[in-house]
């Protein structure tokens, strides 16, 4: 019982102290952000992994996520709703939370490892050390470019991701659903409201924050050889992609419920 | 039954006034990570000018020491001074300046392995000055040339050979011109001849440039021919200090033990 006890308070205190450096780690980052047109080699380099890097998969994703919502929004409203409706269905639930929220998971997720992974195979070699004797500050050189290049990109491949997916809905729709193009526009632009857009902008641009800072935390903190670098890139993803869904329902209660309800 | 060694106390490494000591001062410094005690106490004084040569087993502590003098690690206790300033203390600005003074060559080398060897060269160009692009690569591909690695500017740090790591990390650790140049094991796992060409650069670098050399290793060659000064590390603790003729001559169990190499001795009795 002493020792379950004792294991519980280590993991609160051990998790207290982690979110603390965390926040420490945010705070060094944004000192550096005065630096960027200093560092803007490095963030064009980074917001290029991130964009360019992640097409692929967000095509791929995009496409499947439009497909799918028109495939289960049909079955559920076959009997009950308009088909007219389709369209609105799936641009909500896009534009609000497939977009930002699955961009997050599987863009965020490959992003995540990538920072986590590099990161922490340079502190494990001592190439982080190395900068720190050149006089030059890991948290600008490294982190700084990577974090902006995170939040400044995640929105723009939600956006992306949103136009994609409303095309894979409507060529589902059109193509093998029977419902027909012009019911399927009515449909997208009769409860179209400039908020949802945003407020899904609003929330990727918070899951690349999230995102970005616990690849680099995780990385800066790699102890250990390649299993420890393993060990750092599994946890950051995991982190990453738990810490995005906890702050999708605090986003969804702030901005759709409280922000934009009063507007 | 295990046989009692006559052990001499450690050598007086202590100054008046730390403050006012132009080169190095090492005061008691202390580290343990979790339950290891890796430093206990450790005293140690390097002048200006020379090269000081850190000896002793694997594991006890070198590089640890190493890296408190630019404090890369922060000691459990005990302080480090350098020309006079406190490093544990420096704020943010002044500890970057005090860096600037050093240079480090790690025992990987710790390239960058992201960028060309002309860049891991001039990165430190590119921050630190506002000279044009093909000035810094001038002082590189200078710096290159210092340690024979004519033509490698362009090659990534994968493309080279542990030999030319080293070098091309030498390189690097020179191209600021520091007053300090810090050594990790400068000649760990090269092969005798590439070992000598690193041991004669070191040589040239303290000639040419004035500098202040710390190196740490256990390779007793390289040790007898770069050194002014040697100190052994054991337990935490600088046990002995004295130049390349005292080592070779001293009656200290544990001295004799490492540098002739034998498993019999204090040093292999704990």
Same mark, same amino acid.
């Given at each position: 019982m002493?020792?379950?006890?004792?294991?519980?308070?280590r993991?609160?205190?051990?998790?207290?102290? &982690?979110?603390?450096?965390?926040v420490?780690?945010l705070r060094?980052?944004?000192f550096q952000?005065?630096?960027?047109?200093?560092?803007?080699r490095?963030?064009?380099?980074?917001?290029?992994i991130?964009?360019?890097?992640?097409?692929?998969?967000v095509?791929?994703?995009?496409?499947?996520?439009?497909?799918?919502?028109?495939v289960q929004?049909v079955?559920?409203?076959?009997?009950y709703v308009?088909?007219k409706?389709?369209?609105?269905?799936?641009s909500?639930s896009?534009?609000?939370?497939?977009?930002?929220?699955?961009m997050?998971?599987?863009?965020?997720s490959?992003?995540?490892?990538?920072?986590?992974a590099?990161?922490?195979?340079?502190?494990?070699?001592e190439?982080?050390?190395?900068m720190?004797?050149?006089?030059?500050?890991?948290n600008r050189?490294?982190a700084?470019?990577?974090?902006?290049?995170?939040?400044?990109?995640?929105?723009?491949?939600?956006?992306f991701c949103d136009l994609?997916?409303?095309?894979?809905g409507?060529?589902t729709s059109?193509?093998?659903?029977?419902?027909s193009?012009?019911?399927?526009?009515?449909?997208?632009?009769?409860?179209?409201?400039?908020?949802?857009?945003?407020?899904?902008?609003?929330?990727?641009?918070?899951?690349?924050?999230i995102?970005a800072?616990?690849?680099?935390?995780?990385?800066?903190?790699?102890?250990?050889?390649?299993?420890?670098?393993?060990?750092?890139?599994?946890t950051a993803?995991? &982190?990453s992609?738990?810490?995005?869904?906890?702050a999708?329902?605090?986003?969804?209660?702030?901005?759709?419920?409280?922000?934009?309800?009063?507007t | 039954?295990?046989?009692?060694?006559?052990?001499p106390?450690?050598?007086?490494?202590?100054?008046a006034?730390?403050?006012?000591?132009?080169?190095?001062?090492?005061?008691g410094?202390?580290?343990?990570?979790?339950?290891?005690v890796?430093?206990?106490?450790?005293?140690?004084?390097i002048?200006?000018g020379?090269?000081?040569?850190i000896?002793?087993?694997?594991?006890?502590?070198k590089?640890?020491?190493?890296?408190?003098?630019?404090?890369l690690?922060?000691?459990?206790?005990?302080?480090?001074?350098v020309?006079?300033?406190?490093?544990?203390?420096?704020?943010?600005?002044?500890?970057?300046?005090l860096?600037?003074k050093?240079?480090?060559?790690?025992?990987?080398?710790?390239?960058?392995?992201?960028m060309?060897?002309?860049?891991?060269?001039?990165?430190?160009?590119e921050?630190?000055t506002?000279?044009?692009?093909?000035?810094?690569?001038a002082?590189?591909?200078?710096?290159?040339?210092q340690?024979?690695?004519?033509?490698?500017?362009?090659?990534?740090?994968?493309?080279?050979?542990?030999?030319m790591?080293k070098?091309?990390?030498?390189?690097?650790?020179?191209?600021?011109?520091?007053?300090?140049?810090?050594?990790?094991?400068?000649?760990?796992?090269?092969?005798?001849?590439?070992?000598?060409?690193?041991?004669?650069?070191?040589?040239e670098?303290?000639?040419?440039?004035g500098?202040?050399?710390?190196?740490?290793?256990?390779d007793?060659?390289?040790?007898?021919?770069i050194?002014?000064?040697m100190?052994m590390l054991?337990? &935490?603790?600088?046990?002995?200090?004295?130049?390349?003729?005292?080592?070779?001559?001293?009656?200290?169990?544990m001295?004799?033990?490492?540098?002739?190499g034998?498993?019999?001795?204090?040093?292999?009795?704990?």
């Amino acid at each position: 019982m002493k020792s379950l006890l004792a294991s519980i308070g280590r993991a609160v205190t051990d998790g207290l102290d &982690g979110a603390g450096r965390g926040v420490l780690l945010l705070r060094a980052i944004l000192f550096q952000t005065p630096h960027v047109w200093r560092m803007r080699r490095e963030i064009i380099e980074q917001m290029q992994i991130v964009a360019i890097g992640s097409l692929p998969v967000v095509v791929v994703t995009s496409i499947f996520v439009g497909a799918v919502t028109a495939v289960q929004g049909v079955y559920q409203m076959q009997a009950y709703v308009p088909m007219k409706f389709l369209g609105t269905v799936i641009s909500k639930s896009v534009f609000i939370e497939l977009g930002p929220v699955l961009m997050a998971l599987v863009v965020g997720s490959r992003l995540c490892a990538n920072y986590a992974a590099e990161l922490g195979s340079m502190k494990v070699t001592e190439q982080l050390d190395a900068m720190t004797i050149m006089a030059i500050d890991p948290n600008r050189f490294l982190a700084m470019p990577r974090f902006w290049a995170a939040v400044l990109m995640m929105p723009v491949l939600t956006v992306f991701c949103d136009l994609i997916a409303v095309l894979g809905g409507y060529a589902t729709s059109v193509l093998t659903l029977d419902v027909s193009s012009g019911v399927f526009i009515e449909g997208l632009q009769m409860f179209y409201k400039h908020s949802d857009l945003l407020g899904g902008l609003i929330k990727s641009f918070v899951f690349g924050g999230i995102i970005a800072m616990s690849g680099i935390y995780y990385g800066f903190n790699t102890r250990g050889g390649a299993e420890g670098v393993g060990r750092s890139t599994m946890t950051a993803v995991v &982190g990453s992609c738990l810490s995005v869904l906890v702050a999708d329902y605090l986003l969804a209660i702030v901005l759709f419920q409280i922000v934009f309800e009063s507007t | 039954m295990q046989q009692e060694w006559d052990i001499p106390p450690p050598p007086d490494q202590s100054v008046a006034d730390p403050a006012s000591f132009s080169g190095i001062v090492v005061e008691g410094v202390s580290k343990s990570f979790g339950t290891k005690v890796v430093l206990d106490g450790a005293d140690l004084l390097i002048h200006k000018g020379e090269t000081i040569v850190i000896i002793g087993r694997s594991g006890e502590g070198k590089s640890v020491l190493l890296k408190h003098i630019v404090r890369l690690l922060e000691p459990d206790a005990g302080r480090i001074w350098v020309e006079g300033s406190d490093v544990q203390t420096l704020e943010d600005g002044p500890l970057m300046e005090l860096r600037r003074k050093f240079g480090f060559l790690f025992q990987g080398a710790a390239l960058f392995d992201s960028m060309t060897i002309c860049r891991n060269i001039g990165l430190a160009l590119e921050e630190h000055t506002d000279w044009p692009a093909a000035k810094i690569r001038a002082r590189a591909c200078e710096c290159l040339a210092q340690v024979g690695l004519v033509g490698a500017e362009d090659k990534l740090p994968s493309e080279l050979s542990g030999g030319m790591k080293k070098r091309a990390g030498l390189a690097r650790a020179i191209v600021m011109e520091p007053r300090y140049i810090l050594y990790d094991e400068p000649t760990t796992g090269l092969d005798p001849i590439t070992s000598d060409t690193i041991n004669d650069l070191i040589i040239e670098l303290q000639k040419d440039l004035g500098v202040t050399s710390i190196v740490v290793t256990h390779d007793m060659p390289s040790a007898f021919k770069i050194a002014d000064r040697m100190a052994m590390l054991s337990r &935490g603790r600088i046990v002995f200090t004295g130049t390349v003729d005292e080592v070779r001559t001293t009656a200290h169990p544990m001295v004799r033990q490492f540098i002739e190499g034998r498993s019999q001795g204090p040093l292999g009795t704990f």
